[in-house]
């Protein structure tokens, strides 16, 4: 089966760096994508990447290691604003997107 | 209109009626999409179309039918609700099915 997994719930302090994490098993790759959702609104679109290394954007930068089938998101510089829920999703070899439960970050003052 | 709109906002339906759910885009994407969002798992994928006039089946379809008679509209019927069909439904778009999704407001629909 094709699984996403990320952590449910993630803590940081404002003005710190946090990396949220995501490993994937699918039935092929073409690329990842992260996307940032605040509570009752729609997701927004993040980040993507296909091939290995660091995309870096702004304050946020995101990394992939396809033989690994891992990527993580980084938030640098924290803000209250930053608090949110942070998707990751695996587009499949059917060219579907294949996505994990979120992971819910808190920023404290 | 500026990117995807949904309709309604919210509704609380009775179960048994049957309902639509509106969904259009102003971006000329070729692609359209139905997810249902329900708490602690994953979007999941009830249909989708690549182009106008052609569907197809997601991980989740059962209970639900969609349309696409042109690229702007793609509305998601339920036709007979049920209190497992209590969610948030996201309708999303894209330039072609390899391109990144963009996604509508929600709509929050309760069975009873």
């Known amino acids: 089966g094709q699984n996403i997994d990320q952590p449910t719930e993630m803590t940081a302090t404002e003005g710190a760096i946090v990396q949220i994490n995501c490993t994937y098993q699918t039935s092929g790759f073409n690329g990842l994508f992260w996307y940032q959702q605040h509570a009752g609104e729609a997701p927004t679109f993040l980040s993507y990447n296909v091939l290995d290394g660091l995309e870096e954007k702004g304050r946020f930068s995101s990394f992939l290691s396809r033989s690994k089938g891992y990527s993580y998101l980084l938030l640098k510089e924290l803000q209250m604003k930053d608090s949110a829920s942070y998707l990751c999703?695996?587009?499949?070899?059917?060219?579907?997107?294949?996505w994990g439960a979120g992971t819910k970050l808190i920023i404290k003052p | 209109i500026a990117g995807i709109t949904q309709a309604p906002t919210s509704q609380i339906l009775a179960a048994g009626r049957r309902m639509t759910l509106r969904c259009t885009q102003d971006?000329?994407?070729?692609?359209m999409y139905w997810y249902r969002q329900d708490l602690g798992l994953g979007l999941r994928l009830i249909h989708y179309s690549n182009t106008a006039g052609t569907t197809g089946k997601g991980e989740v379809p059962d209970g639900y039918s969609v349309s696409r008679a042109n690229t702007d509209d793609f509305p998601l019927t339920l036709a007979s609700a049920v209190p497992s069909q209590t969610s948030v439904y996201f309708c999303?778009?894209?330039?072609?099915?390899?391109?990144?999704?963009?996604f509508g407001p929600g709509t929050r629909l309760t069975v009873l």
């Open positions: 999303a778009s894209s330039w072609d099915d390899t391109d990144t999704q963009y």
């Open positions: 999703a695996v587009m499949d070899s059917n060219y579907q997107l294949i």
């Open positions: 971006m000329r994407h070729n692609a």
